[in-house]
């Protein structure tokens, strides 16, 4: 079994490069499921309902979330309903949204769960060590994969070789840039870092460059402003053997200079 996951989708040009590249990379690459975050294909921030939908019509299996999950109030009227949608698990309680779930893939049940981090990151998430914990006592999936959604490398490092062993898999995602340093961890957990973003590329993770070259000379906060070109795609390929254990991660890049080749 490949499950692939794509990293952060960010404004419309990151749908429009999802849209153009997804197929092709599944056929490419045999892949039977896909997961995606999705927390900033709206504008770059949030998720509209017609966009999340629009993720499922592409194919994507389950969405995951971070940071900017709650950024469009729009979600606040659908997400009850929004069966593939998966926000943090760390989350503050009050507000609402599944953060683990599982699917059956060809026979087997596949696991997706969302933490956020907590370094440098805002609001008041949970410890997302502590909640890992209370979900993998009643796990009896046969595959379990975590998006971390997280600014440090470090605090990913930490969950990864935490949770080494007990799940197949953490990727993480957040920053909008892929690292090279996909491995499979001494007790078999695939990990990357950072799985990348899916928007534009030439840009400042997703943003004109402009206004942040400004914010940096004249310490003053521009607002930002979502760039459009013909995009990017970034995603990490998972391969599994018939008993469900990881035999392989695989980054995959896609942009203007470095071309897709079947």
Known sequence: MNILMVGDIFGKTGREALSRWLPQ?????DVDMVIANGENVTHGK???????????????????MGNHTYAKKEIFDYIDEADRLIVPANKPRALPGVGSRAIEI???????TNLLGLTFMSGTPQNPFETIDDILKDDDSDIHIVDFHAEATSEKAAMGYYLDGRVSAVLGTHTHVPTNDCRLLPKGTAFQSDVGMTGPFDSAIGCDVGPIIERAL?????????????GQ???TLLRFDDASNVTGIESITINPQRPFKM
């Open 25 to 29: 990379v599944r056929r490419a690459y």
């Open 218 to 230: 004249k310490g003053i906060m521009t607002p930002f402003k979502v760039a459009e070109d013909e």
């Open 233 to 235: 795609f970034c995603a």
């Open 106 to 112: 060809k026979g087997r049940k596949v696991r997706v």
């Open 46 to 64: 949030g998720l509209f309902k017609r966009h999340y939908d629009e993720l499922l019509f592409e194919g994507v299996s389950l969405v995951t």
